[in-house]
């Protein structure tokens, strides 16, 4: 007996010795080491909701700390969309969690039971930049890479942000690897107009945010990139928030209004990079010299200014006319901004049958929830078709610019206020609509709504 344990024990030993002489191989070795640390990682985090601490390690074994928002009701079949978001130059440094102290980290932890996005928040060290280091983005991008992986994220729905510097990074990044986004949302970034014009190659949808005041030249810069990519066929959403609105702004901070807005992040669920990359038609502006003789009539209650703004005056005892589109095309998406600045509200007429006289046609109202209900009515039997959503209705803004979003496409109508859905009508009679659309503000006396970058883009 003694005999049979001695022959079994010498070769455990000798067994355990080699064992043991291998790991100590296979933990000298760097990658081996970063790869079973790697994986020991994944092990301690991968189950984890809320806000997570991570680390990893770049090319050069170098190990980084880095946080993941996880949502808490992630199941293992789930798809979420993730959000990239890269903060400013005030929290660079090596901690891991500094960067958490503003921006979208604090909208999260004040509703961190429901936010429904993957959210990645790497930290910029401080002897770089990722706003001009290729080599910095591209770990960023390997991070982003493996926390798909990891989190089974829609590769179509991944979004970046960022805020100051990091908004400026976020473009660069965009730049670089133009076809992995499907938006992005930079918040008070710097107003370099050759990167953005790079950047939206990939036709990657858009909502820039910026403080006018935030520097002398900030809303001018601004507002000519908006105009440059309005004129590349693009449609992007821009905010321009007034700094000097509120006393004690902090006239670079946009990111504080962004995170409030569930009408932006409702907008950022919807964005689908395949989409994106679809080959589609671009916009193109519609209130030009050149479009005139497509608008008719205009009649002396309307003007236009050199600053493409197309105004209205109303009147409750003299019928004035529309300004209608002569659009042929049944399918197609309508983009402008318009602002009541007399009145309660203003809308947009869709007319059937022949031509676009007064005999049949819908009028979709356009009204504050303080006075009344909006929504689709249909002429001459004035019946209510669909009113509008009241939570969406909540997001108009009288006295101030409001984004209006338009879209007619075979039995669908679909109107989109501020980035919420203000109604989606499915019906068979959309499909009688002959394309021709007019403006109006609501028959009131002396109301006065203005329109601007009107722009639209046919479906095919």
Known sequence: MLK??????????????????????????????????????????????GFVNRYYFDKAGKKHKYVVFVPYHLKPNDKPPLMLHLHGAGKRGTDGVSHLRDGMATKIWSEKRHFPFVVL???????????????????????LDSTI??????????????????????WNVVNQYPDRFSAIVPLSSLCDLKLIKSATRSNISIWDYYVHGDKPESGDC???????????????HYSELNGFAAKGWNLHNSWGFFTSNQGCLKWLMDQNRKE????????????REQDFPKWQ????????????????????????????????????????????????GCQLLFFSGNGSNYSRYWAANFVPPEEGSCGIVVHPEKKWL?????????????????????????DQLSVHLNGWELFSLKDDRVLNLNGQFALESLPEEASLTKWRYLRMREID
């Open 297 to 344: 009539p205009i009649t002396d209650n309307w003007s236009y200014n050199d600053h493409g703004i197309l105004s209205h005056t109303g009147s409750q005892k003299n019928k004035t006319s529309p300004a209608i589109y002569q659009n042929k095309h049944k399918n197609y998406d309508l983009h402008f901004e318009f602002k009541v600045e007399k009145g309660t």
């Open 149 to 170: 992986k990891e989190y089974h994220i829609d590769p179509d729905r991944v979004s970046i942000t960022g805020l100051s510097s990091g908004a400026t990074a976020a």
């Open 222 to 236: 601004h507002r000519a990139v908006f105009q440059d990519l309005l004129e590349m066929g693009l449609s992007p």
């Open 121 to 143: 928040f790497p930290q910029e060290p401080t002897d770089r930049w990722w706003q001009n280091d290729s080599e910095l983005v591209d770990d960023l991008i390997s991070l």
């Open 276 to 287: 994106n990359q679809t080959q589609r038609r671009p916009f193109r502006l519609i209130f």
């Open 4 to 49: 049979f344990k001695r022959t079994i024990l010498i070769p455990a030993l000798l067994l355990l010795g080699a064992l043991c002489i291998n790991c100590f191989f296979v933990f000298s070795n760097t990658s081996s080491r970063i790869w079973w640390n790697q994986q020991y990682e994944k092990f301690q985090n991968q189950n984890k909701r």
């Open 386 to 410: 669909q009113s509008c959503d009241l939570l969406a209705q909540q997001a108009f803004h009288s006295g101030e610019w409001n984004d209006l979003r338009i879209r007619v496409l075979e």
